[in-house]
């Protein structure tokens, strides 16, 4: 027994340094396990895949140069083009910055000669950008000026449209619905009438005081520039917004 006792006094404490590092080792996972978020498991990288291959797909079908009506033969249409639209409408917040829509249009050619604005039809299924990630739109709050989306028509124009939450199978003109969508146009031949424009993309929350979304920091974000003449080009932090 008496043996038994000094073996147990004889075994040596934890060190400082040990214990030390096991607390940094508990502070790690913690801190692992508090950025792994449930509800957003593709975070801003994965926002920023969905939203790319919607502006790539809406270049595409603007090349192909479909026919978007139902039945071209009795209302045919010409100068198709695409666009990307971005809902803007904070009395949706699950979807407000975050539902993605690819619609295609043309010009309306009627029987006797005169001819009506663009309809728009819905060409792919909706896509939604990752639980708390959002286009930073040009109003936001917490993010600074140089960090913002900038999805415009050239200067002087309006940078959105409206059409129905809902797609539909009939065409719908440009302000025929009652929900306001940012959008960006390419052209058939895969280029844009718009200037250089810029989708970025950050974690947010929504905020019911203002009714509106409420960015964390503009530290980490990510998107791309879209150049007129379609092409694409990739960015994942501040400092290469800073350099441009």
Not at 27 to 52: D, H, M, W, Y
Not at 53 to 60: D, L, T, V
Not at 155 to 167: D, H, V, W
Request: glycine content about 6%; charged content about 25%.
């Amino acid at each position: 027994m008496d043996k038994i006792l000094r073996n147990s006094r004889c075994r040596p404490a934890f060190t400082l340094i040990e214990l030390m590092t096991v607390l940094a080792i508990m502070l790690l996972i913690g801190s692992i396990v508090f950025t792994l978020k449930p509800e957003n498991p593709e975070g801003i990288a994965g926002a920023q895949r969905i939203a790319s291959e919607a502006f790539q797909i809406a270049q595409m079908r603007a090349v192909q140069s479909p026919n978007p009506d139902r039945n071209p033969t009795e209302n045919p249409l010409y100068n198709v083009r695409t666009r990307v639209l971005i809902l803007n409408d904070p009395s949706i917040p699950s979807q407000h910055l975050r539902l993605i829509r690819i619609i295609v249009g043309g010009t309306l050619r009627l029987e006797e000669g005169k001819s009506v604005n663009v309809r728009w039809y819905a060409s792919e299924p909706d896509a939604m950008l990752p639980e708390g990630i959002y286009m930073v739109a040009p109003d936001a709050k917490g993010i600074r000026d140089r960090r913002r989306s900038i999805i415009a028509p050239n200067e002087g124009n309006k940078n959105t449209m409206r059409l129905n939450i809902e797609p539909t199978l009939d065409a719908q003109p440009d302000g025929s619905g009652d929900k306001e969508w940012f959008f960006y146009e390419f052209n058939n031949d895969g280029t844009s009438n718009m200037k250089s424009a810029t989708l970025m993309l950050a974690e947010g929350e929504w905020n019911p005081g203002e009714n509106n979304v409420l960015f964390r920091s503009d530290l980490n974000v990510a998107g791309f520039w879209l150049a007129p003449s379609g092409k694409t080009v990739f960015y994942t932090n501040s400092d290469e917004i800073d350099g441009q």
